[in-house]
């Protein structure tokens, strides 16, 4: 009965196993996404006191500006599939209670791709017109605008074939953009890792050691043996699954440590020049707060 038990458990674990990794590499092959990151604000207007505000005076290209706003945008295909044959280009239009006094695209990544950028201030609109985006290339536009529009507002569309017509803005991971594509070295992962494996394998020698103390039914049959089971049973076969999922967090642990402290690995890791236009994050305050 021993022997039958561990081989549904084998069955059992096969086919769950099966399951994750063809849904896995199914979903890999046919994944398609586009992101626009929120990747950094600045409203200098802010929490001013009016009164300042009222004698202060903001021109930009002379035009008085009432509340300058400033966003950077990250737009990443964040996908396994190249993006290309673009019906309509990626759009943002905001409303006419904002307005775009300028954009450009200053970093692209990589360099040479052909990203271009059409501003029309009549409809408050951009457009970003490119060919071809691969997997993990992306680009850095910055926008200035008059008005403190919120995040509900920034709403990219686009038509092109596996991406939906309107894609919503996200926040920029702080962690998702470096200098530099060295991974760093995390301690307390890996010693929290090394424990746990520890643990865990002690838990499966515990049971290894003890598995011969399960009763040995004459008769066969799946019932008779679960009624043979007393206490001390029950808890050397609950203690499998628990010891297994430790092992398993372990492992994945020790990972972490060798893949700047994150399991999985972080897909797209954005690397740009050390360039302070484009090292701009928010630290200290979330953008959802506006």
């Known amino acids: 009965m021993n022997n039958f038990l561990i081989s549904i458990l084998g069955i059992v674990i096969g086919v769950f196993s099966t399951i994750l990794v063809s849904i896995y590499f199914y ?93 029309n201030k009549e409809k408050n609109e951009i457009k970003f017109v490119f060919p071809l985006l691969n997997s993990g290339e992306f680009f850095i536009s910055k926008i200035l605008i008059n008005g403190t529009p919120s995040v509900s507002d920034f709403k990219f569309t686009i038509v ?5 017509p309107i894609i919503n803005s996200e926040i920029l991971p702080f962690d998702a953009i470096s200098t530099s594509r ?10 929290s890792g090394v424990i746990l494996t520890l643990l865990g394998l002690s838990i499966i020698k515990v049971i290894f050691d003890n598995w011969n103390t399960l009763p040995k039914s004459e008769k066969s049959g799946f019932f008779s043996f679960i009624f043979s089971l007393n206490l001390s049973n029950w808890s050397l076969l609950l ?32 690397i740009v020049p050390n360039d302070e236009r484009l090292l701009k994050r928010n630290r200290l305050r979330v953008f959802n707060e506006l």
């Open 27 to 119: 979903r890999k092959n046919l994944k398609k996404s586009l992101t626009p990151y929120i990747q950094f604000y600045s409203s200098p207007f802010e929490g001013m006191d009016k009164d300042v505000k009222k004698d202060l005076q903001i021109k930009y290209q002379g035009k008085e500006i009432d509340n300058l706003y400033e966003i950077q945008f990250l737009i990443a295909n964040t996908g396994d599939r190249s993006i290309r044959d673009i019906i309509e280009p990626l759009t943002l239009k905001l409303p006419s209670d904002f307005e775009i006094l300028d954009s450009s695209v200053i970093y692209v990544f990589p360099e040479g791709r052909k990203i271009d950028l059409n501003f």
């Open 182 to 191: 060295r991974k760093k070295f995390h301690l307390i992962p890996f010693i």
């Open 239 to 270: 203690s499998i699954l628990p010891s297994f999922l430790i092992l398993i967090f372990g492992f994945l642990l020790i990972i972490a440590g060798f893949t700047n402290g994150r399991f999985p690995p972080r897909n797209k890791k954005f």
């Open 160 to 164: 092109a074939d596996e991406l939906p």
